[in-house]
């Protein structure tokens, strides 16, 4: 079982920055692949990021590419999300998820366990 809280989230002007973190429960979180969505109202959940297992390699949304990071600490069993170039779209809950099951990283369905999100509204 694992558990997993984000923060970091917050009101920021276009153009600024912020950065989600995740902690996770449990002693195995190396062997975890780990995901960010996001949900805005009225919209269905989606992919953000994803970074994979101990490899630490990386996939994104088209939509943050560039703008976007995501990046693990193992020792501290968390995960980050740093967002530059923040737009109004990006407003959203941003949720953390992590898997241990080989599968499409950018879908919802493959992943296990989720927190319970963090807002993050972009202001024009």
């Known amino acids: 079982q694992v558990q997993l809280a984000e923060s970091g989230g917050g009101l920021v002007q276009a153009g600024g920055s912020l950065r989600l973190s995740c902690a996770a429960s449990?002693?195995?979180?190396?062997?975890?692949?780990m995901g960010w969505f996001r949900q805005a109202p009225g919209k269905e959940r989606e992919f953000v990021a994803a970074?994979?297992?101990?490899?630490?390699?990386?996939d994104y949304a088209d939509s943050v590419k560039g703008r976007f990071t995501i990046s693990r600490d193992n020792a501290k069993n968390t995960v980050y999300l740093q967002m530059n170039s923040l737009k109004p779209e990006d407003t959203a809950v941003y949720y953390c998820?992590?898997?241990?099951?080989?599968?499409?990283?950018?879908?919802?369905?493959?992943?296990?366990?989720w927190g319970q999100g963090t807002q993050v509204t972009v202001s024009s």
């Open positions: 998820a992590a898997t241990t099951v080989l599968g499409p990283v950018g879908a919802a369905r493959t992943y296990d366990y």
């Open positions: 449990g002693r195995t979180f190396s062997s975890y692949a």
């Open positions: 970074i994979i297992r101990s490899h630490s390699s990386t």
